[in-house]
């Protein structure tokens, strides 16, 4: 690759922002160390690097490259502007990825620059979801179009060099809707990110996808109105540049975002390419991948995963009970496979994470308190991350909603997926948060949190490992009131990063009661751990705690669907297992006919 700082005549300034959002006091929610690396960072940076190495711009024109994650890096935008005016504000500001919570922070940030008259652009799935689903103007976009902002809708892989040349000569076009026609992916420029980047994630890890697209329907995500339904891949010889690359400035972990790595028709080309790596090489990689509830059946699948370096794999469970599965279009899940699928798993000592949604229409306050009893008991699940139902823009639900014209909260800013943003049957909207709250409190009670350690003991998972994540996933709802993914070490604020319809604080006022906060907030952390490292030191020590065991980590048995609540306290839970065992028996009658 070509030295990108490499001398040249001139340079245009490209200035990457990956924007936060807004807590509910209205200040942007930014961390020392963050805990989730951004993907859509990565891939623009790799591809902008390829533009700048390629001389897009003319051989004698470079490109510097900024990057700003704002969940872990303060957006600047005086210093910014300072940078910009130096270099004859020749350069543009790119928000990259930018959600539905994210926009209205987005727009905060453009504002400065498109009134000092520097290009913006901005893309992601809030614009791209708008325009694929609803009618072009809603949700705000026309908001973009009144500031002259540029929209870019779709994936930028061979799209950013023209981008980049109308941002240079002037003539950055309203709009770049590239939505019906989604790049491959073979052989394009990798996502990666400078050390200095990626240091400002816990844990020193970053992010890549190997594939885009799925094939599912449900009706919650955003993903397959954005990234369509066919599947495109990088191959093996793709992902070992990207890990080579990383490995080369000593970076080993990553987050594999693809939505469901199980259904990548080249996994076991890539697991046999990274399992490579690892054991001739000896590249010492730590993944993190989503898979579906199905994904056991894969003959090798998990096994391969362990070789090649899983160590926590998430699992887009989503709820227990058929009826809601069915609602929200998630027929794929199959709850009568849950628990043979988890103990496939835990019997590779890899730790399992799951979503949960909470507000479909079958639920109720009592159902979900019922729902979470039955996962603590039943299955052997390590962490799980409750999340409301929420109509994205992008999503179908969103879509529906949109047309029956039914109420949808009109701020942004909380589509966030824990917030209620608009009606449900059975529940109030005060009901419906009350029990989003709740249901931390009670998965991640002091009693269940020792049983957990105790699984991971007498199944192999990391005790150490474990414990900082429970750490994260017990504590972050209750002391910082944001979602454990939206977490970091250490929060950090600045009065100026209100949202600007907030009243601006007194410095006397903001620094005395935030360092207060901090202080408080750190000591309720400091007894947290120290009770569940406590535990961890004591469970640990236990000469029987090899052979501990309980309903969760009993192998799955011929008839134990007679009696799990699981199976037994919905309806759909009782109409999925009556349809496993006809199945079962037609089965039978064939191979008793053959």
Not at 209 to 228: E, K, L, M, W
Not at 249 to 278: C, S
């Amino acid at each position: 690759m070509r030295d990108l700082s490499e001398k040249t005549d001139r340079n245009f300034q490209l200035i990457l922002i990956k924007p936060s959002h807004y807590d509910d006091d209205g200040y942007v929610i930014r961390w020392w160390r963050a805990m989730i690396p951004s993907n859509s960072l990565a891939a623009l940076y790799g591809i902008a690097a390829d533009c700048a190495e390629r001389r897009v711009l003319g051989p004698d024109v470079g490109i510097d490259i900024t990057v700003i994650d704002e969940t872990n890096t303060r957006v600047n935008v005086v210093a910014l502007l300072r940078q910009l005016k130096a270099n004859n504000n020749f350069g543009m500001v790119a928000l990259v990825g930018v959600q539905s919570n994210q926009y209205p922070r987005a727009l905060d940030i453009a504002k400065p620059f498109r009134d000092a008259g520097i290009p913006v652009a901005m893309g992601g799935f809030h614009v791209s979801g708008c325009l694929s689903m609803l009618d072009g103007h809603a949700v705000g976009l026309d908001e973009c179009r009144e500031m002259g902002i540029s929209m870019f809708a779709g994936e930028v892989e061979g799209r950013l060099d023209t981008v980049l040349q109308d941002a240079a000569s002037g003539t950055l076009a309203p709009l770049y809707n590239f939505m019906n026609d989604l790049p491959s992916i073979e052989g394009a420029a990798v996502p990666f990110l400078p050390k200095a980047n990626v240091a400002q994630t816990l844990g020193l890890s970053t992010s890549f996808d190997a594939g885009r697209g799925c094939p599912y329907q449900c009706s919650f995500c955003t993903i397959i109105n954005v990234q369509g339904r066919k599947s495109r891949f990088r191959t093996a010889d793709d992902v070992e540049k990207l890990v080579r690359m990383n490995w080369a400035q000593g970076i080993h972990k990553f987050f594999i975002t693809d939505d469901n790595f199980a259904r990548n028709r080249d996994w076991e080309a890539i697991f046999d390419r990274l399992i490579q790596l690892r054991e001739r090489d000896g590249i010492p990689l730590g993944l993190m991948i989503q898979v579906d509830t199905l994904c056991h059946k894969i003959p090798n699948f998990i096994e391969k995963s362990k070789r090649a370096g899983v160590t926590r794999v998430f699992i887009g469970l989503e709820n227990v009970n058929p009826d809601n599965l069915t609602a929200a279009k998630k027929n794929q899940n199959k709850i009568t496979e849950y628990r043979k699928m988890l103990l496939a798993w835990k019997a590779q000592g890899i730790m399992t994470l799951a979503g949960y949604i909470l507000g479909f229409p079958a639920d109720t306050p009592e159902s979900i308190r019922r729902d979470i009893a039955i996962i603590q008991h039943e299955l052997p699940l390590d962490v799980i991350e409750f999340f409301v139902l929420t109509p994205l823009p992008g999503s179908e639900d969103h879509q529906t909603l949109f047309r029956k014209g039914v109420a949808m909260d009109p701020d942004l800013n909380i589509y966030d997926v824990e917030h209620v943003c608009t009606e449900h049957p059975k529940m109030s909207k005060k009901e419906w948060e009350s029990i989003y709250q709740e249901a931390w409190s009670l998965y991640y009670s002091p009693e269940h949190l020792k049983t957990l350690l105790r699984r991971a003991v007498a199944t192999g998972v990391p005790l150490a490992s474990l414990v900082k994540v429970l750490v994260s996933f017990a504590t972050t709802v209750p002391l910082e009131n944001v979602h454990p993914l939206q977490s970091g070490l250490l929060r950090l604020k600045h009065p100026s990063e209100r949202r600007p319809d907030m009243p601006r604080e007194s410095a006397l006022v903001f620094w005395p009661r935030f360092v207060g906060e901090t202080i408080a907030k750190h000591l309720k952390l400091g007894g947290t751990i120290a009770r569940l490292a406590a535990s961890a030191y004591v469970i640990s020590r236990d000469k029987n705690a090899k052979s501990y065991t309980d309903q969760a980590l009993t192998p799955v048995g011929d008839h134990e669907d007679e009696t799990l609540e699981l199976f037994t306290k919905t309806a759909g839970g009782q109409a999925a297992v009556s349809h496993i065992k006809k199945v079962n028996e037609l089965t039978h009658a064939h191979r008793v006919a053959q």
